[in-house]
């Protein structure tokens, strides 16, 4: 089955440790994203990658780190610099990036720092 | 920068009872709207999508809605809803040319009573 596998579904961590977050996409698309999602604030882009080895910050990206070394996988590493990690985090890709292309989400991970 | 707003935050109906959840965006140029829908433990996933042409768009599971450009809006309609139409539901727009990001609103969680 072609989609976004997100690991795991469930993530904690102790304060001050960073942690990464994976997501591997199958669908061949060359765009892929990390949201944020916060009761009663949407979706919130963290970062964005337009094609392999570029990736640049979205609205959110303070404390966050990703990499594209790599078409299929966009891992999203929440540092300890992150002042508000505890959230739901949603990994997307898409065909190519911009103007009218559909977004694929993953299921999810959700981060819970303790 | 553009904006999506969804001014239900919570909406509560009856089996078989009509939908229409609000949508409004700022951008004043030409854009590309869509509505995802996420089921209780299931991933993000596209509703409809409007690009261009008639402004009535169907989607999926009997959803559709309408673009009205002079209200910068894009509300979701259904004649009659099921309890499996409850979700939370996510409105997003984009503008029509160039390199432009996806911008979610706050979203409308939908209850349906059996």
């Known amino acids: 089955d072609g989609g976004i596998t997100q690991s795991p579904k469930y993530l904690f961590r102790k304060e001050g440790q960073n942690v990464t977050l994976s997501c591997e996409q199958n669908?061949?698309?060359?765009?892929m994203y990390w949201y944020r999602q916060d009761p009663g604030q949407g979706l919130r882009l963290i970062y964005y990658?337009?094609?392999?080895?570029d990736f640049q910050k979205g609205d959110i990206a303070e404390g966050y780190s990703v990499s594209r070394e790599k078409k299929e996988s966009f891992p999203l590493t929440v540092t300890s610099a992150q002042k508000n990690p505890t959230a739901f985090y949603l990994c997307?890709?898409?065909?190519?990036w911009g103007s009218g292309t559909e977004a694929f989400f993953g299921q999810g991970t959700r981060l819970t720092v303790v | 920068a553009q904006s999506v707003s969804q001014h239900n935050h919570h909406v509560i109906l009856s089996e078989a009872a009509s939908l229409e959840l609000g949508c409004n965006y700022s951008?004043?140029?030409?854009?590309?709207l869509f509505w995802y829908v996420q089921y209780p433990g299931q991933h993000l996933q596209l509703l409809l999508k409007?690009?261009?042409?008639?402004?009535l768009v169907k989607g999926i599971k009997g959803f559709e809605a309408e673009f009205i450009k002079s209200k910068f809006s894009f509300n979701l309609r259904k004649p009659s809803v099921q309890w499996s139409d409850t979700a939370e539901y996510f409105c997003?727009?984009?503008?029509?040319?160039?390199?432009?990001?996806?911008?979610f609103g706050t979203g409308t969680r939908l209850t349906i009573i059996p």
């Open positions: 990658s337009q094609i392999v080895n």
């Open positions: 997003a727009v984009n503008k029509a040319f160039g390199n432009e990001k996806l911008t």
């Open positions: 669908l061949n698309h060359d765009a």
């Open positions: 409007y690009f261009s042409g008639d402004p």
């Open positions: 997307a890709s898409s065909m190519t």
């Open positions: 951008y004043g140029g030409t854009v590309n």
